[in-house]
């Protein structure tokens, strides 16, 4: 595996009203042929309600970045 194919983070909000503590991103980058497949894992949510907002959010986002390429 490539060095640049998968980068991890740990995140935060950055408004005080918004913070439930610190988390982990991972983007894992696979190379499909002529494409590449992106999967995003967001761990260590302290709720379901915070993970299923994090869900619903980086779907959002990862729909309009494959919108750009299509």
Do not use: I
């Amino acid at each position: 595996m490539p060095p640049s194919s998968r980068l991890v983070y740990t995140w935060d909000w950055v408004q005080e009203e918004h913070k439930v503590g610190e988390t982990m991103v991972t983007v894992q980058f696979n190379a499909m042929g002529a494409s590449t497949e992106v999967v995003v894992g967001h761990e260590l949510c302290p709720s379901t309600e915070v993970e299923l907002g994090h869900e619903e959010g980086w779907g959002s986002c990862l729909n309009k970045l494959e919108a750009l390429f299509t």
